[in-house]
Each structure stands twice: as C-alpha cells, then as structure tokens.
C-alpha cells in the first residue's frame, strides 16, 4: 500500500503545452540571461502576460518574435508572478506596532524589547489585525 493520495499528481500535467512553456523559457535565458526574469518587477510581467492574452484573444496564436504560442508567453510570465508571491509568502512574517494596532501578514524588521515587562507594556490593550480578523489585546 502507498499513501500518495495527497501528493501532487504530475501525471496530469499536459506535457506537451509544458514544452511549449519551456521553449519561450530558453528563449528568454538565450536573449538576456538565465534568470534573469527575478531581476524583473513584477508589474512588467503583469502587462506582458496582458499583452499576449489580448494577441492571443484578436487571433493571434504564434508571437511575432519567437514564433511560439502567445498563451505559452502568458503562462510564463504567470509563473513568475506566481514565482513572486510565493517566495514573499515564505517570507518572515513580523509584527509591527503602528501606534495602536499589531499589524501580521506583512515582513516589518524585528522589534525587540529588553524586558518582559517593555513587551507587555506596549502590547496590552491594542488591536491586533492577523489575516484580515482584528483582535482586541487585553
């Protein structure tokens, strides 16, 4: 017996289409450098992926420049946002006190306090806003 029903199921990834995402993926690493897409904001992958989904959506398949699939360029330049927001997720996640309220879910630098009693103090009767859901400290 094997206990693999919640593990991620590769073999439902159309490879095919992956090849394709692979191609515009050399591509890139030929043109400016592998890599180099992590030194990208990410707001020009935004409009890039915008670009290729309305060439595709007029009817037109292949890129002008590449001669690959539009939604194959798409699909990369989702994979780098997608890239981003997952290493910012795994990012230290901090508390930062604004003057009234505990703010979690965002990475702030490190408060430290020299006492117990500074870090009681300062957090006592505050609001607290952790995913979305305020709390009151008491």
Not at 18 to 35: I, S
Not at 64 to 76: K, M, S
Not at 90 to 95: C, L, M, P
């Amino acid at each position: 017996m094997k206990f693999d029903d919640t593990k991620p199921d590769y073999s439902l990834m159309p490879f095919g289409a992956l090849d394709e995402v692979v191609k515009v993926l050399t591509y890139g690493a030929n043109k400016y450098d592998r890599f180099n897409w992590e030194k990208v904001e990410r707001h020009r992958y935004e409009a890039a992926a915008m670009r290729h989904i309305s060439a595709y959506m007029q009817g037109e398949i292949h890129d002008d420049e590449t001669g690959i699939n539009h939604t194959a360029h798409a699909i990369c330049n989702l994979l780098f946002l997608l890239e981003f927001d997952n290493k910012s997720e795994k990012k230290d996640k901090k508390a930062m006190y604004n003057g009234d309220e505990l703010i979690y879910n965002t990475t702030y630098q490190s408060i430290n306090f020299a006492t117990p009693e500074e870090w009681n103090q300062a957090y006592r009767n505050v609001n607290v806003t952790v995913n979305g859901m305020n709390y009151e400290t008491k």
